[in-house]
């Protein structure tokens, strides 16, 4: 039997696993603290529960992510400390992120996320790794089609030039 052949979980992590993890941590640690940030900005109530469902669902990969890290013998990467919460009216106009614009960084992320999830589960040898990118992957694309009916219902929605066939133009 080789070295692939038991469980999962005793496998040694190859480079591009710890990388990946390691990494992945990080930019959620950012994200939390932005769209913490960010909530602090937001008007629109739908928006604000997604925000806090992204946040949540964040911090239960953390977890995940943590977990496999300290049983490797992986320092963690750094996180910054949380938001203070803030009253929406006491930011600035000209300062404030509007909606829309939260709305498109929340859905980019979750578009970037797909795509590394995806990455993920195709690079691991572990199982195990595979199977978690696979369920982070499914809760993004929940995630994600919440904002895509959000973006749609308040217009918020910036779909890219459509291609017109030269003989629709008859």
Known sequence: MGIMSRNPKEEPLHYGEVFTIWSHLLSNNGMVAAYQTLYNHTGDQELLKILEEAIVGIEEENKKLKEILKVNGVGLPPA??????????????GAKFMDPEISAKLSADVAAGLVACSTAMGMSTREDIAYMYGQFHMAKAQLGAKLLRLNKARGWLVPPPLQVSPHDER
């Open 80 to 93: 910054p400390p949380e938001r203070p919460n803030a009253r929406r009216d006491d930011i600035p106009v």
